[in-house]
T-cell receptor
Framework: DAKTTQPPSMDCAEGRAANLPCNHS???????VYWYRQIHSQGPQYIIH???NNETNEMASLIITEDRKSSTLILPHATLRDTAVYYC?????????????FGTGTKLQVIP | NAGVTQTPKFQVLKTGQSMTLQCAQD?????MSWYRQDPGMGLRLIHY???????DQGEVPNGYNVSRSTTEDFPLRLLSAAPSQTSVYFC???????????????FGNGTRLTVT
């Protein structure tokens, strides 16, 4: 199973872009990159996912390098409500071995 | 839709007691899984299922049993609780797409278990 590596913590000033990196150097061709966040002790919440192209939705943008060994989640204008733990995971396509594991994530602190 | 429902929200057990954590989803998701979360440890996969009658072990399966008799329910059983099983338990579910990516995981709000 591909594993991911993330920095344990990051700070970001309110209103600035938050760029959260993730390394997934052992990712295989049939695996997607997913991002989730967990606020306080709630269940994790889905943010965005992608295979090899950059993706954008109303919450964030996902930039995946051409070799797919790393990605960056971008929160364009961070607010205090974005303070959370952010998890980057890889997940196989349908039919693949569905053992979905999480690492320890990045704790993002948005500072006023 | 209620989404993923976990019961109970809180539970205190004595060492050696058994109990079942309930997880139900009303989205007709094929995939369901259980995670435990300890301070500083992130989420660790206990067991998962890709459909009724099919289960498999995750990263930390010892001390836990699961079964999947229906699509909707995926209970987690602690046969003989130990203090090391004190944790927050999350259940998650998703579709397994016939093509393209699988749908994102939907998580419940967790069960906070203390074993004394």
């Amino acid at each position: 199973d591909a594993k991911t590596t993330q920095p344990p913590s990051m700070d970001c000033a309110e209103g600035r872009a938050a760029n959260l990196p993730c390394n997934h150097s052992t990712i295989s061709g049939n695996e997607y990159v997913y991002w989730y966040r967990q606020i306080h002790s709630q269940g994790p919440q889905y943010i965005i996912h992608g295979l090899k192209n950059n993706e954008t939705n109303e919450m964030a943008s996902l930039i995946i390098t051409e070799d797919r060994k790393s990605s960056t989640l971008i929160l364009p204008h961070a607010t205090l409500r974005d303070t959370a733990v952010y998890y980057c995971i890889v997940r196989p396509l349908p039919g693949g071995y569905q053992k979905v594991t999480f690492g320890t994530g990045t704790k993002l602190q948005v500072i006023p | 839709n209620a989404g993923v429902t976990q019961t109970p929200k809180f539970q205190v057990l004595k060492t050696g007691q058994s109990m079942t954590l309930q997880c139900a989803q009303d989205m007709n998701h094929e995939y369901m899984s259980w995670y435990r979360q300890d301070p500083g440890m992130g989420l660790r996969l206990i067991h998962y299922s890709v459909g009724a009658g099919i289960t498999d072990q995750g990263e930390v399966p010892n001390g836990y049993n699961v079964s999947r008799s229906t699509t909707e329910d995926f209970p987690l059983r602690l046969l003989s609780a130990a203090p090391s099983q004190t944790s927050v338990y999350f259940c998650a579910s998703s579709y397994l797409s016939a093509s393209g990516s699988n749908s994102p995981l939907h998580f419940g709000n967790g069960t906070r278990l203390t074993v004394t």
